[in-house]
């Protein structure tokens, strides 16, 4: 398994371009499943997790030719089964989101349970239940979801939760179903939009996307042809660079992003004491060398603090000045990242789905192990303020969703490398 070797000490300087957003990107390779003519679809991020989508859906049958651009073209006509496995599902819960698309346009789909996740027990719950208020027949053995319908048929379903990829696969298993269904409760997440976005391209009639209610009209079929669509770029991705020029004391102009969908992660870097200026497709952050000031969070649903930023605002508080305190609200075990920080001399105090954050001057480089996405992240950001080399392990999880990051911080001045194994 590779490593990340990173001495800290670098105040990060200069411009990168931000990658497509992940969390669009998975819920539209699968939304490709519903449309009868090909796709091409943009601004797809190069990520273990698009991998592991495009793997599935091959499985499946469906034609997928990657360009130069990394434009992917997606042909979903010849499809042969309807089957997601345990071996591609365990490393991606995301693959979930196959489940609405099959149901809905071939009227069965069997997929492999998703397993427990470092971060929470996340249930899958509110999709199944969404499905069956539409008419499938769900059964649940040997680990598998099984799922029939004969056509699915619109119905107002008023989701308990917020829930992004649950709100996502009934949209999509909305898009072909008969009549109208409308979702309250739904999640706001600008990728949600991405999606209905997306699936309106194909002819698709989605409305309300961004708000709490999503309407979608049933068609017979998603068939207009030739179709490109670009993904968003990635918000959690600007964010985390945005943490990590501003515990660097540095400066940064990211490109290709969308400062709009960044407010509440903008407002705490702001109180952190960093300047920041946007324009509509760029962003950015000057700390002009100061330690940045500790902030408190509280993470929700969008449009509130993104729990995917929840890791990086722990880094940045290990070193910053005073104390903040970090809620976590979305899932139950999102602190996995501190036990590691605390082994580089980060003082913090965790209380149920709280973190108490004291700020230290330096954090002290020690071997850590990364162990979800976000955790990995903060490890990340921790390496480059700490003094020495700090070696972290398990980085695959890193490579499920940032592209080239040892690449991009080196452009930026890091001292980061890559060591494989
Ligand atoms: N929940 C249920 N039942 C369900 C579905 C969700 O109880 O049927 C609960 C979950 O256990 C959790 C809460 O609802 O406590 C919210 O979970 P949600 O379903 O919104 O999460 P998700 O759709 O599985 C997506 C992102 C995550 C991101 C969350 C929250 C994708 C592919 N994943 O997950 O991204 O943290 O929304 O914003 O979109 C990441 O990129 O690192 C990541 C984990």
């Known amino acids: 398994m590779d490593k990340l070797h990173i001495t800290g000490g670098k105040p990060l300087c200069g411009e990168l371009r931000i990658s497509g957003a992940k969390n669009a990107a998975l819920p539209i390779l699968a939304g490709a499943l519903l449309s009868e003519a090909p796709v091409t679809i943009g601004n797809v991020p190069h990520l273990h997790d698009i991998t592991t989508t495009m793997e599935l859906l091959g499985r499946m049958g469906v034609q997928l030719v990657v ?19 345990y071996e591609l599902v365990k490393t991606m819960r995301a693959s979930i989101l196959v489940l609405g698309p099959l149901l809905s346009r071939f009227g069965r789909a069997e997929v492999s349970l998703p397993g427990g996740c470092a971060i929470g027990t996340r249930p899958v719950n509110l999709h199944l239940q969404g499905l069956a208020a539409m008419g499938a027949d769900i059964n649940v053995r040997n680990g598998y979801i099984h799922a029939v319908a004969k056509r699915l048929k619109g119905c107002r ?22 009549g109208k269904t409308v979702i309250e409760n739904a999640a706001r997440e600008p990728e949600v939009i991405d999606l209905a976005n997306f699936l309106n391209q194909l002819g698709a009639q989605v409305r309300g996307a961004g708000t709490g209610i999503l309407e979608i009209e049933g068609v017979e079929s998603l068939d207009r042809p030739g179709r490109h669509y670009n993904i968003l770029p990635d918000r959690i991705e600007t964010g985390t660079y945005l943490v990590a020029a501003a515990m660097t004391g540095g400066r940064v102009k990211l490109k290709n992003a969308r400062p709009a969908l960044l407010d509440a992660v903008l407002v705490k870097l702001r109180a952190a004491g960093a300047e920041i200026r ?50 976590e609200t979305v899932f139950e075990n ?39 996405l976000r955790a990995s992240a903060c490890l990340v950001l921790a390496g480059l303020v700490a003094e020495g080399k700090t070696v972290i392990e398990r980085i695959y999880h890193i490579d499920r969703g940032y592209e080239c990051i040892e690449e991009k911080l080196s452009q930026l001045g890091a001292e980061i490398r890559r060591i494989p194994h």
């Open 67 to 85: 360009d130069e651009k990394l434009n992917i073209e997606v042909d979903s006509s010849s499809i042969q089964n309807f089957y997601a496995p």
């Open 157 to 178: 379903l008023v989701l308990d939760q917020v829930t992004v990829t649950g709100t996502e696969n009934l949209m999509m298993a909305a898009a072909l179903a008969e």
């Open 278 to 327: 946007v324009g509509e497709n760029w962003i950015e952050l000057d700390m002009h060398g100061r330690r940045p000031c500790s902030v408190s969070i509280r993470t929700a649903p969008y449009p509130a603090f993104p729990t995917d930023m929840q890791a990086q605002f722990i880094a940045m508080n290990a070193i910053a000045e005073g104390v903040g305190i970090i809620t």
């Open 334 to 372: 999102r602190f996995m990242h501190v036990q590691e920080m605390q082994r580089m001399g980060a003082d913090i105090k965790l209380e149920s789905n709280t973190a108490i954050v004291k700020g230290i001057p330096w954090l002290t480089a020690a071997p850590v192990m990364a162990t979800d």
